[in-house]
């Protein structure tokens, strides 16, 4: 350890220690603003980041955080993890009550210590210390203390001064130090919004925050990675897995991702490789044979959560995972991949940000980013996307965990930022045939199709594995607004060929219309109305983001009671904007029986904040017009 970390840790231990002694621990001295929409308060947090050597780097970070009420409790973020790369130096919490009196001391040994990982015993070595606290109330105050030391430099740790919803910071700083012969690169996100400083010499980077007031989340808005403050920081030279490296662009990146982690685990024992080739022999072309690959995978495997970065970036050997039978999403995509090799189809692995927020990488900065792995096929027309780690999802399906966003495919060649598959508005469509029979008490005897796909279909398709018990529950919550709703036949069926969702049901309701002396009142849409109107804010702060659109198309017969005629429909109606479209039309086909059409476009994008009124009010016109009605007066038969 050389004479500038030390330096630097004593400079940082005096610091932290002298506002220990200030009156960080006690809630009375925050700030009114800082407790506006409020659960918790970072009162203090440092990290220093020493990078000895392109293999050796030490975090020690302080953090006290005033906890406001129960809400605020995981905001503390007192865990660790840790395996054979990254060594716990020292672990400890304090905690103080309200005035600031010590209360609690956790020591390192206090901890939680369990298993980082469920269900596998791949990754025996990855395991997490966590502070399993339960207040005695409210507000509390708790100083965390941490330092690791880690032999895999490949991700440091970004500065991210803001990390949740409802958390306030009154002061936060971060430092990077590291020896002459390395190179540090940045990538700045959002600072000029929360006025963050920055300070730089030869071999130390500092970033300081103060004083940033709680975001309050709002719907329809940009993901929090998108609006929250934020440096990204990656060494040109580091280590991984006892492997090391020098990279500056993602091409570099990939190739050296391939070449050193990947390409020696596709060891699969001979007697596999000769059954998968037996398997595809009579298939016409690569993608058939990938079919029945990724089905095989499916059939055999079982998948075992390890998030990128505890497990390692290092995939498991594919030999362990076909003798186990299971793995994480790097073993899982790997083992596919090499079983698609014995096979002769090409397949690339896939580093990608997993979840519906469509969070992409940052395609300009080249550094260990992602938190997922998925598998490219490449094809002469486009490119095919495997989710490895389901059982449940057909081939080429991805839905809305990895849609529509940048990953790095990785190839021998090098790495590449692609785009994965995007679910357009007429791809994500939902179309609706049914009829309903209207009794002369009101009741209503009806039966209804309904067909999925696209994003859609990604909403629907787990129904298939759902009990009869829960699937009638789902149903009865789907059409809550019919009272009485009493479900008399399901039947489902999962076109994974077409990746299409079919849905049959049949059902009854007592009382569906209102009875007002000889009139009778029909809402007309028994099956999609849209009760949903999005949340109204006074003073909005972000812009308007749909993330997906969606297409429903519906056709409904309804049969009146033959002593009953149409005295009033509603009008036909058409609204069209740059959020959608809404058309409905109620078209008579007989004395008693009336045919009700209805589409409802929502598109996706990113609109201006000001555009959001505008937005909710079409929801809220569409809402009410899903509720229009069809009044039937009784004939008075002489």
């Known amino acids: 350890m050389n004479l500038k970390y030390v330096v630097s840790i004593v400079l940082f231990l005096i610091i932290t220690n002298t506002f220990s002694q200030q009156e960080f621990k006690t809630s009375f001295t925050i700030p009114a603003n800082l407790t506006a929409n409020a659960n918790a308060v970072v009162r203090y947090n440092q990290t220093h980041i020493a990078l000895e050597s392109y293999s050796e780097m030490y975090i020690t970070e302080k953090r006290i955080i005033t906890v406001l009420n129960k809400s605020g409790d995981d905001a503390v973020n007192a865990y660790v993890y840790y395996d054979n790369n990254v060594k716990i130096k020292e672990l400890e919490a304090i905690v103080y009550n309200a005035a600031g009196v010590q209360i609690k001391k956790i020591k390192k040994n206090d901890f939680k210590d369990v298993s980082a990982v469920d269900g596998g015993t791949l990754y025996s070595d990855s395991r997490v210390k966590y502070l399993e606290y339960t207040p005695i109330g409210y507000p509390y105050t708790l100083e965390f203390t941490c330092k690791t030391s880690n032999n895999n430099t490949a991700f440091i740790r970004p500065f991210m001064p803001l990390s949740e919803y409802f958390v306030s910071v009154e002061n936060s ?15 700045n996100k959002n600072l000029e919004d929360f006025k963050i400083e920055k300070e730089e010499i030869a071999g130390v980077i500092k ?6 007031l709680a975001i309050k989340p709002e719907k329809y808005a940009p993901a929090f990675f998108d609006i929250a403050p934020k440096v990204l920081l990656a060494s040109n030279e580091f280590a991984l897995e006892g492997v090391h490296s020098e990279v500056t662009s993602w091409n570099d990146f990939g190739k050296w991702m391939y070449h050193d982690l990947i390409k020696h685990t596709h060891d699969l024992p001979t007697s596999t490789t000769s059954m998968i080739q037996d398997l595809v022999k ?14 095989y995978v499916q059939d055999k495997t079982r998948y075992i959560s390890v998030q990128v970065g505890i497990g390692g970036w290092k995939p498991f050997n594919a030999s362990e995972v076909d003798r186990l039978g299971y793995g994480d999403c790097k073993g899982l995509t790997n083992y596919t991949m090499a079983l698609l090799k014995a096979a002769g189809v090409k397949s690339n692995y896939t580093v990608v940000y997993a979840g519906k927020s469509q969070r992409s990488l940052e395609k300009d900065f080249a550094a260990m980013q992602g938190n997922h792995v998925i598998l490219n096929i490449p094809t002469e027309d486009d490119n095919i996307w495997l989710e490895c780690t389901s059982q449940k999802l057909p081939f080429g399906f ?6 529509d966003r940048d990953v790095l495919v990785i190839t021998p060649e090098g790495g590449e930022i ?21 009794s002369n008490e009101g009741a209503i005897n009806a039966e209804v199709q309904v067909n999925s796909g696209g994003i859609q279909y990604d909403d629907k398709y787990w129904l298939e594995t759902e009990a ?7 149903y009865k919550k789907r059409w809550r607004y019919i009272n009485g709703l009493s479900i008399s036949g399901m039947d489902i069926e999962n076109d994974k060929t077409n990746i299409e969702f079919v849905e049959r049901v049949t059902f009854e309701a007592p ?19 849209n009760t949903h109107v999005p949340d109204r804010y006074r003073n909005r702060k972000f812009p308007l983001k749909v993330k997906r659109g969606f297409k429903d198309i519906d056709e409904v017969e309804i049969e009146i009671p033959l002593d009953y005629k149409v005295e009033s429909m509603p009008d036909n109606i058409l609204i069209e904007n740059k959020f959608g479209q809404y058309k409905t039309e109620v078209i008579v086909k007989s004395d008693n029986v009336l045919v009700y059409k ?11 904040k000001e555009d959001y009124r505008a937005f909710r009010d079409f929801h809220k016109e569409v809402s009410k017009k899903d509720n229009a009605k069809i009044a039937l007066k009784k004939i008075n038969k002489l």
């Open 418 to 438: 692609k785009h994965t598959k995007k679910y357009h508005v007429n791809e994500s469509s939902q179309i609706i045939l049914g009829k309903y029979k209207v």
């Open 398 to 403: 991805i839905g809305d965990f990895t849609d």
């Open 511 to 529: 009382n569906y219309t209102k009875m007002v002396g000889d009139r009778m009142l029909l809402t007309v849409n028994a099956f999609n109305r």
């Open 207 to 212: 970033y300081k925050a103060k004083n940033i």
């Open 468 to 474: 009869q018990r829960d699937l009638d529950k789902h």
């Open 598 to 608: 209805r589409e409802f476009v929502i598109n996706d994008g990113e609109f201006p």
């Open 173 to 187: 700083s971060y430092q990077i130090s590291y020896p002459d012969d390395i190179t540090i690169r940045t990538k």
């Open 282 to 295: 009579d298939e016409p072309n690569d993608i058939e044979k990938a079919k029945k690959i990724y089905q």
